[in-house]
């Protein structure tokens, strides 16, 4: 079956470094969505990519689709303490279901 | 609106023991679906629907059951709980009608099983 998988697992850093997780599949997506969950929390939907290639920004966060449509990432310029929580992306292997990756914990210290 | 709504939040079974996860949502969402999610594993489809009176599974649903008997109501069955199915459980919906579009997630319940 489809795995998605990101990379690393967890990242710490100083607040107003730069952050980035990647995001591999072992098969082509249709599509792929980025969700943020805070400490305790449920995901929270940010984006959803499409097209091969695709770039788009929310602010401080860059998403990236990528040519193949089997990768993604997710890069966070000048990280703030709120920017704190794990960050997942997902992709549907059919119109049914949508698989998961790993998840990247984000860290941030004042 | 409410979004998606889970009852209860918490809830600590002994092994062997049988109860119902409730999921609602006041979106008129015709796809609904539940996860689990263990640390270190991210989040794994159990069972989805794609509108009322229909359901399949998803990539871990032996020990649930689900139904959908309206669009607003998806509940999650666990027949005999086991410690391994010690988790937290998210309900979620779209309004797409598929997987595809944005999921609405539940607040989640956390289990325990003993």
């Known amino acids: 079956g489809q795995q998605v998988m990101q990379i690393p697992q967890y990242q710490h850093v100083q607040e107003g470094e730069d952050f980035t997780t990647y995001c591999n599949s072992s098969?082509?997506?249709?599509?792929i969505q980025w969700y943020k969950q805070r400490p305790g929390g449920h995901p929270v939907f940010l984006i959803q990519?499409?097209?091969?290639?695709e770039v788009k920004k929310q602010k401080r966060l860059t998403f990236q689709f990528g040519e193949a449509k089997k990768n993604s990432s997710l890069h966070i310029t000048a990280t703030q303490t709120t920017d704190v929580g794990t960050y997942f992306c997902a992709g549907p292997p059919d119109t049914d279901k949508l698989i998961f990756g790993t998840g990247t914990r984000l860290q941030v210290f004042p | 609106n409410a979004g998606v709504t889970q009852t209860p939040k918490f809830q600590v079974l002994k092994t062997g023991q049988s109860m119902t996860l409730q999921c609602a949502q006041d979106?008129?969402?015709?796809?609904m679906s539940w996860y689990r999610q263990d640390p270190g594993m991210g989040l794994r489809l159990i069972h989805y629907?794609?509108?009322?009176?229909?359901?399949d599974q998803g990539e871990v649903p032996n020990g649930y059951n689900v139904s959908r008997s309206t669009t607003e109501d998806f509940p999650l069955r666990l027949l005999s709980a086991a410690p391994s199915q010690t988790s937290v459980y998210f309900c979620?919906?779209?309004?797409?009608?598929?997987?595809?579009?944005?999921?609405?997630f539940g607040p989640g319940t956390r289990l325990t099983v003993t």
């Open positions: 979620a919906s779209t309004r797409t009608g598929t997987a595809w579009g944005e999921q609405y």
């Open positions: 990519l499409v097209k091969s290639g």
């Open positions: 979106m008129n969402h015709e796809y």
């Open positions: 098969t082509t997506l249709s599509n």
């Open positions: 629907s794609v509108g009322a009176g229909i359901t």
